[in-house]
Nanobody, 124 residues
Framework: QLQLVESGGGLVQPGGSLRLSCAAS????????IAWFRQAPGKEREGVSC????????YYADSVKGRFTISRDNAVNTVYLQMNSLKPEDTAVYYCAALDVGCSNYHIRRPRSWGQGTQVTVSS
């Protein structure tokens, strides 16, 4: 079965940085697009970023564009989300998910598999 495990969350001050990792098993990253989602208490799930398996094209929500960078390392079957200039409104549980095809409309599609989530808290 397809499995994703997130790590790297924690507590940081505004303006700080974190790098989240999404380790995949049961499949290789060259076969799926990988997306990051987040959900804050009392709010709907939000699509954050997506990276395609074919050409490595990346997509970002307007709220994180210029601050977050998604990348992948197929050699270790891991996708990363580098988060810089963090703001309190970035506080959420972050999930990675595998998509069957590409990143089109990733924020409203049903992924093949989800990770368990990792908490990111931005606070002074």
């Amino acid at each position: 079965q397809l499995q994703l495990v997130e790590s790297g969350g924690g507590l940081v001050q505004p303006g700080g940085s974190l790098r989240l990792s999404c380790a995949a098993s049961g499949f290789t990253l060259d076969s799926y697009a990988i997306a990051w989602f987040r959900q804050a208490p009392g709010k709907e799930r939000e699509g954050v970023s997506c990276i395609k398996s074919t050409d490595g094209s990346t997509y970002y929500a307007d709220s994180v564009k210029g601050r977050f960078t998604i990348s992948r390392d197929n050699a270790v079957n891991t996708v990363y989300l580098q988060m810089n200039s963090l703001k309190p409104e970035d506080t959420a549980v972050y999930y990675c998910a595998a998509l069957d095809v590409g990143c089109s409309n990733y924020h409203i599609r049903r992924p093949r598999s989800w990770g368990q989530g990792t908490q990111v808290t931005v606070s002074s």
